[in-house]
């Protein structure tokens, strides 16, 4: 596995958490500098959350 996709997984599944202890995200900017990575990745995070439900 590469380490983008390991920085990916990572960012999603604190992303996964951060959400089932609070109940909701900052903003996309706040969430990049939170986990560490670009907007771009965020907005994939959140696609595929929003997939995923």
């Known amino acids: 596995m ?5 920085v ?3 960012a ?3 992303c996964l958490r951060l959400l089932d202890e609070t109940r ?5 900017p ?6 560490g990575v670009s907007r771009t990745t965020v907005r ?3 696609a ?6």
């Open 30 to 35: 706040e969430l990049g500098t939170l986990l």
């Open 2 to 6: 590469s380490k983008s996709n390991n």
């Open 24 to 28: 909701s995200l900052p903003s996309e």
């Open 48 to 53: 595929r959350m929003e997939e995923t439900g």
């Open 12 to 14: 999603y599944n604190r």
């Open 44 to 46: 994939t995070i959140l």
């Open 8 to 10: 990916y997984k990572d």
